[in-house]
């Protein structure tokens, strides 16, 4: 008996040691470019030993930091013409120990480089990874790129990433002669709306998706994303509210609504309960600390930073969410607006580099809807059909305090799928909303609130930590991705995924700070008594 089992792992041994070889000695250009297309050629290829690093360096200016602590891969690197003024590349992780599963990860902003951090997090879980550079150099608040040239913006709005599935799936079975069993994507903001397209253009790409805080709704979030700075500037006037004050602002909104939930915990979880009028911001006296307070003017601008943008009584995009004060630096300081906003509609809508914020006006928002430059907004919500009459799964997340990309926005998307496919006891069989309480855009948190769940880009903020700290959670009860397969693979419904934070929030080895379960919309968080800082005391209501 002992000799057979001995007899069998040194089969298995040998079996490994063989393919291992032999995964090296097909590491090679020649052999990738046979399984592709004329309009694509291998760039590079290289063989990673276990635990060794891998990436660009700063010349990947969007990802310039390499992935750490891989496990044994064949790296690849492919450049593929997509007309005659635009071409991307993408790059591939094959590990030599396969799982059968394929998964693309995406990217953000308008960053145009392969994302080899997020790469490096999804080949430990044994996939073979592919990211685009999306068709362009850039870091990502950088647009200039796209002047003039819709065939880029194709590249950056669909064109590159399904590219990118279709010929790193060939290579992958090009590579280990083997069929793959399951295909994924996980992708956070412009990673969101990535994968979000991807699966309304081709329901057959994936069977799961884990979309995180999703820049969905381009021709109007972009927009907005200029409007609502225009609410603060310009720096000289009184209306402005410097970003010092930002902390002020959220801990009274901390100080009056965190308790809504029914918890002290800092944590601002019901911020749709949470009542602007209940605020103490006003400077009472003409004397009053202006570092500490907010005059009228100021308050006048407060107001309209959370309203909805409507025009005509249409929403055109949803306010910044209460709770989310700490985090209003990315698009509400500086003396002009962000270039995620600017660098949109100069570059995309109008062809203009010379128009400034102070020439915004209501019709770039029906312009940008109208053209969609680069067929980059992911609003085909009822072509979703097609993915869930396949089986797939779609798990969507977003932080509550993300002042980046308002939370709203997602519930946007789910409510407008609800509508067309069939309610929310339909949906729910495939697609779950989960909100995270405290979260910023995508990862990590200003106020101690559990976060990571290994969504998209969260492992991007453990900096090399990352994986240290991932093989500590690494079960479906803590992993999205994880709970995604097991969803897929093996039909068990997602109820709640546990998320969590650290003593230093974005250091795992500081030791857990909080554990919560997040639950699936309309169901929340409810304290049943017990430590609030261990998840048995929370449950899904
Ligand atoms: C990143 O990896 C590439 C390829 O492995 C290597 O050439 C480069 O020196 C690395 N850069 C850094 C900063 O480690
Ligand atoms: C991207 O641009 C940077 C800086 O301009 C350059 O160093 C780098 O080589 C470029 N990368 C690619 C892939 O063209
Ligand atoms: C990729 O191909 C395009 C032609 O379509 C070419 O212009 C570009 O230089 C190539 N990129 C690299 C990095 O070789
Ligand atoms: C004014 O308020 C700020 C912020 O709360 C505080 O740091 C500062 O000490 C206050 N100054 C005075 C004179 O009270
Ligand atoms: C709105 O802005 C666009 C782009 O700058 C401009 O062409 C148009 O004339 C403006 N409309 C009004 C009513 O000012
Ligand atoms: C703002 O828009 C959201 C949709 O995201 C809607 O639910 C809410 O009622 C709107 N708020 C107001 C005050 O109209
Ligand atoms: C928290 O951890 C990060 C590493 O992710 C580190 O860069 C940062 O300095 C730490 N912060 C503190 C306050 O120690």
Redesign the pocket.
Known sequence: MRCTTLYASLVTSLVALSEAFSHRSTCTKFNFQHALPK?A?V?STAFVEAGGSYGEGAPDIAYPSNSTYLPELCAVIV????SAI??Y?FGLFLPSQWNDRFLAVGNGGFAGGINWLSMGNGVTYGHAVVSTDTGHNSTSLDVSWALDNEEKRKDFGFRAIHGSVVLGKALTEAFYLRDIQYSYYTGSSTGGRQGLKEVQLHADSFDGVLIGAPAWWTSHQQPWTSKVATYNLPVSSPNHIPSDLFAVIANQVVKHCDILDGVVDGIVSSPSECNLESLELACDTETANASACLTAPQLQTLQEIYANYTVDGQLIFPGMELGSEATWSMLLSGDAPSGLGDGYIQNFVLNDPDWTWEQYNDSIVSLAEKIDPGECTAWDYSSLDKFRDRGGKLFLFHGLADGGIVPRSSGVFYERTLALLGGLDAVRDWFRLFYIPGMEHVGDTPVGAPWFISGGSQASRLGSNAWAGRNRLEDPQHDALLALMDWVENGMVIKQVIATTWTNSTDPTSGVLRQRPLCPYPEKQVYIGGNEKVPESWKCV
Request: proline fraction near 0%; aromatic fraction near 0%.
């Open positions: 309009e050629t760039l450049n593929v013409t997509t635009s071409s590349r």
